[in-house]
């Protein structure tokens, strides 16, 4: 499958490494130029480029830059094949993407994504933490393999996006429509609490609307504030508790 990733940071940089491995044409690209990206990205045959030509004939597209960016790559997602599906891995942080209205109104980070892109998107991989997507993959079958949420309206789009999350090393579980996807945005039971498929379907269930933003911005502040402490270790083991304790309380 002809694959574009826009943007390598953590997952994005994985996305490229686990993608190609298991044998997908992988074009990677970021906004500084394909000489920017480091070559571990491109160790098992991704191929770095310019933004202008990752669109010509791809059948998938994962975007995975900062929510705030998304607006700016719509001539981007313009020039995608018709038939392309894009592959959505953002969240909201307002500390860091600036205030959203209509994501402060409630309304579905994925879906206002769509808006922006002008195209439906699958939302995948935003609810895996970058430590256990990087050192936690396991084949399929594992007992106890962490499980990501995949949802899209079209369910060919689901059952796409968890074929690839299954590629990446994680069960990719069928999450339903977009409208629902607010259940793994973060703040949720669901999001970045390392769940197996047994566990997800009650992580989700469990979503609270109205509490999962102060949940986030509590989340937040706690890592700010262990971060300016020259005595604290903050490591994905650190982060995971965390989510747990005030994502589930």
Same mark, same amino acid.
């Not at 990087?134 to 079958?141: E, M, T």
């Not at 629902?180 to 997800?200: H, I, N």
């Not at 890592?223 to 965390?242: F, H, I, Q």
């Given at each position: 499958?002809?694959?574009?990733?826009?943007?390598?940071?953590?997952?994005?940089?994985?996305?490229?490494?686990?993608?190609?491995?298991?044998?997908?044409?992988?074009?990677?690209?970021?906004?500084?130029?394909?000489?920017?990206?480091? &070559?571990?990205?491109?160790?098992?045959?991704?191929?770095?480029?310019?933004?202008?030509?990752?669109?010509?004939?791809?059948?998938?597209?994962?975007?995975?830059?900062?929510?705030?960016?998304?607006?700016?790559?719509?001539?981007?997602?313009?020039? @995608?094949? &018709?038939?392309?599906?894009?592959?959505?891995?953002?969240?909201?942080?307002?500390?860091?993407?600036?205030?959203?209205?209509?994501?402060?109104?409630?309304?579905?980070?994925?879906?206002?994504?769509?808006?922006? @892109?002008?195209?439906?998107?699958?939302?995948?991989?935003?609810?895996?933490?970058?430590?256990?997507?990087?050192?936690? &993959?396991?084949?399929?079958?594992?007992?106890?393999?962490?499980?990501?949420?995949?949802?899209?309206?079209?369910?060919?789009?689901?059952?796409?996006?968890?074929? =690839?999350?299954?590629?990446?090393?994680?069960?990719?579980?069928?999450?339903?429509?977009?409208?629902?996807?607010?259940?793994?945005?973060?703040?949720?039971?669901?999001?970045?609490? &390392?769940?197996?498929?047994?566990?997800?379907?009650?992580?989700?269930?469990?979503?609270?609307?109205?509490?999962?933003?102060?949940?986030?911005?509590?989340?937040?502040?706690?890592?700010?504030? @262990?971060?300016?402490?020259?005595?604290?270790?903050?490591?994905?083991? @650190?982060?995971?508790?965390?989510?747990?304790? =005030?994502?589930?309380?």
């Amino acid at each position: 499958m002809k694959i574009g990733i826009l943007g390598v940071g953590n997952i994005g940089a994985t996305l490229a490494r686990r993608l190609a491995a298991a044998g997908h044409d992988v074009r990677v690209a970021n906004s500084r130029g394909p000489e920017t990206i480091p &070559d571990e990205v491109l160790a098992t045959g991704a191929r770095a480029v310019h933004g202008r030509d990752l669109p010509d004939g791809l059948e998938a597209l994962v975007v995975s830059i900062p929510l705030a960016r998304i607006p700016e790559i719509r001539p981007l997602v313009d020039a @995608l094949p &018709d038939d392309a599906v894009v592959l959505d891995t953002s969240n909201y942080y307002p500390a860091r993407d600036g205030r959203v209205d209509a994501l402060e109104d409630g309304q579905v980070e994925s879906s206002w994504v769509a808006e922006q @892109l002008g195209r439906p998107v699958v939302k995948a991989w935003n609810a895996i933490l970058s430590q256990s997507f990087d050192a936690k &993959d396991a084949p399929a079958g594992t007992p106890g393999r962490i499980a990501i949420p995949v949802a899209a309206d079209a369910e060919a789009h689901r059952a796409l996006g968890a074929s =690839l999350v299954d590629e990446t090393g994680f069960d990719g579980f069928d999450a339903g429509p977009l409208a629902d996807s607010w259940r793994q945005q973060p703040g949720t039971p669901a999001y970045c609490t &390392d769940r197996t498929a047994e566990e997800l379907p009650g992580a989700l269930a469990a979503a609270d609307r109205a509490s999962s933003p102060r949940r986030r911005d509590l989340a937040m502040a706690v890592l700010v504030g @262990l971060s300016e402490d020259p005595t604290a270790t903050v490591d994905g083991d @650190l982060v995971l508790g965390l989510n747990r304790l =005030l994502y589930t309380a």
